[in-house]
């Protein structure tokens, strides 16, 4: 209680339907300068990049777009998108979509102010300077990337997702307008909410919580249990849309000032090896991974199952903890996550992928000691059920 803590996210965090708006009247009174925008070919395709253009249009700010981000954003899309905010002579950026463009963003800001090739951040706290400004226009209720410290950026020649910590990374403003996530299709929404999720139960129960965090998280987890199979079966559902935003953002919130865990750890593995996208990787491993931590905090797993729903009052702490895995798998089920066995996952591969995934930088945070062999079970369990 008495620790010194260092909370970290972005300076102005604008949430709600017509954030948009609001977000770019915002910009226009910076003098920034040129903006890239850094986005993705589904952005592109879903017309939401006409939406901002047209705005930045309106209040005659400049901008260059670079779409070529990738669902796992590599090496060669950062070093892409650098060379054409280069050549533009562009002077911020706009992130504009999920974790992919939020992420490539940050890493593209990072090396703009200092040099050198993203391989070298790899870790903890690498650079010296500020990133350019980074403006953070989210479009799905999921990674929180546009409000946190981390981005995960993939080296295809080595195979690896790289977990980079850097609160020189950090966006200048955060915006979340649900208006832009209507538009979402059902896979992607089911997928992107169980990764708030994840960030939600990961964040209150991971070995650095604290008193703001728990309260964060509780919250979150709550605000996505009444909503999020509501947002995947009616998209157009603005107030679903809308709590699905407020409960990504306050996860995010958390877990970048507290850390993750294992689900983490070992979803980083199948999106380096298969290109699985990140919430469903953490949706599959969700289940197994809280079930093998219950132990480590009846209580707190009670309080989850509690937060989704569960009649939980009667049981003891222990019984109402396993409520919280039931409760999992049920809306896992209910929005159609597919199990590990219909992915493209090889059981020849469990090692490899287990010890790639200890030596993640999540690891740390998880609430139980965890083995390379406790994590090549919870693989083979994922892959049974």
């Not at 990072?110 to 479009?139: H, M, Q, W």
């Not at 850097?166 to 909410?193: R, V």
């Not at 995934?357 to 083995?371: E, H, R």
Request: proline share 3%.
């Amino acid at each position: 209680m008495l620790a010194v803590r260092k909370i970290y996210w972005p300076a102005l965090n604008i949430v709600g339907p017509g954030a948009l708006s609001e977000g770019i009247q915002e910009i226009a009174k910076m003098n920034l300068g040129k903006a890239l925008i850094v986005t993705d070919k589904g952005i592109i395709e879903a017309q939401i990049i006409d939406d901002v253009t047209k705005k930045l249009t309106e209040n005659n700010l400049e901008f260059a777009i670079f779409s070529e981000v990738s669902p796992n954003p590599t090496v060669k899309n950062v070093n892409e998108g650098l060379e054409l905010l280069k050549k533009e002579n562009c002077d911020y950026i706009i992130s504009l979509g999920g974790g992919s463009p939020q992420d490539a963003a940050k890493a593209i800001g990072i090396l703009a102010t200092n040099g050198g090739d993203i391989r070298d951040y790899n870790g903890v706290s690498l650079s010296k300077n500020k990133s350019l400004p980074i403006i953070a226009i989210n479009t799905t209720s999921g990674t929180a990337s546009e409000v946190t410290i981390n981005y995960v950026i993939t080296d295809e020649e080595k195979k690896v997702k790289m977990v980079i910590v850097d609160s020189n990374s950090l966006a200048t403003i955060s915006i979340n307008d649900p208006e832009l996530m209507l538009k979402k299709p059902k896979q992607l929404t089911a997928a992107t909410g169980m990764d708030a999720l994840t960030h939600a139960i990961e964040a209150y129960t991971t070995l650095g919580a604290y008193r703001l965090s728990d309260i964060l998280t509780l919250e979150s987890i709550k605000i996505i249990g009444e909503s999020l199979e509501n947002a995947v079966e009616n998209g157009e559902d603005l107030e679903a849309r809308s709590k699905m935003a407020w409960g990504s953002f306050i996860a995010g919130l958390a877990f970048s000032n507290c850390g993750l865990g294992i689900v983490h750890s070992m979803a980083h593995q199948l999106g380096s090896e298969y290109n699985l996208p990140h919430g469903v990787a953490n949706a599959i491993l969700l289940p197994e991974v809280v079930e093998y931590n219950l132990s480590s905090n009846y209580k707190k797993f009670k309080e989850i199952a509690e937060a989704l729903g569960e009649n939980v009052k009667l049981l003891s702490d222990e019984e109402g903890a396993k409520k919280a895995v039931e409760a999992i798998r049920k809306l896992s089920n209910k929005i159609d996550i597919p199990k590990l066995k219909d992915t493209k996952f090889n059981l020849e591969d469990i090692q490899k992928l287990s010890n790639q995934a200890f030596n993640d930088i999540c690891t740390g945070g998880n609430p139980k000691q965890v083995t390379v062999e406790a994590i090549e079970n919870i693989y083979l369990k994922a892959y049974k059920n």
